[in-house]
């Protein structure tokens, strides 16, 4: 158990619906990032936030957006979901916001579009 | 152009045999990391490296900056070993992360 939790754990909806994912990183973990996992493109890096800010931006989607609250936990919005966004999402979390920190991930929130 | 290679792309090994995974990349990084993904989809992270090697266990992670390579090494592969190994690197450009497509291994008993 990393101590990173997500949830929902599986989520099916349909085509045009919106979702959002939530993730509560490790006890004192700052940085919260997430992935995105399907089969045809293999792990991508969505967003990194570190105390509330973000910090790094990668192949995320404008239909995508993600904050991370005071308590420091995350939540990504994905909205107007196509069929393409069905994926296995991970959040981790590192102390810190830098590349050299380790990350913990979660067990992941696996999305059906419909 | 930030491309991350591992090869094999899948392996399979007898139980006790040393294996070695590799990964390259294209241009300069502040850190690679190798994972590692169970069946049930759940990650690890096994190592991060900035530079030199580093071991835990049986499993020892080199990188060499100069040549742009990561090679992570299994000593006395056990069955238990079987996962998904994927190498993931941090480009000094941009602060993103990259990641490779992906070792299958299968460790026979």
């Known amino acids: 158990d990393s101590g990173v939790t997500q949830t929902p754990k599986h989520l099916i909806t349909a085509t045009g619906q919106r979702v959002t994912l939530r993730c509560s990183p490790r006890?004192?973990?700052?940085?919260v990032y997430w992935y995105q996992q399907s089969l045809d493109q293999g792990l991508q890096f969505l967003i990194q936030?570190?105390?509330?800010?973000?910090?790094a931006k990668g192949n995320i989607l404008e239909r995508f957006s993600a904050q991370q609250f005071p308590d420091l936990h995350s939540e990504l919005n994905l909205s107007s979901l196509e069929l393409g966004d069905s994926a296995l999402y991970f959040c981790?979390?590192?102390?810190?916001?830098?590349?050299?920190?380790?990350?913990?991930f979660g067990p992941g929130t696996r999305l059906t579009v419909t | 152009k930030n491309e991350v290679e591992q090869s094999p792309q899948n392996l399979t090994a007898q139980e006790g045999e040393f294996i070695t995974i590799n990964c390259s990349y294209s241009v300069g990084i502040s850190a690679l990391h190798w994972l590692q993904q169970h069946p049930g989809g759940g990650i690890v992270s096994l190592f991060m490296l900035s530079s030199g090697k580093k071991k835990h266990g049986r499993l020892i992670a080199t990188i060499n900056i100069q040549e742009k390579h990561s090679s992570l090494h299994i000593t006395a592969s056990h069955p238990r070993d079987s996962a998904v190994y994927i190498c993931a690197v941090r480009y000094y450009l941009g602060n993103q992360f990259y990641f490779g497509t992906g070792t299958s291994l299968t460790v026979i008993p």
């Open positions: 981790a979390s590192s102390v810190g916001a830098g590349p050299t920190y380790e990350q913990y």
């Open positions: 006890s004192g973990d700052l940085s």
């Open positions: 936030y570190y105390n509330g800010e973000e910090r």
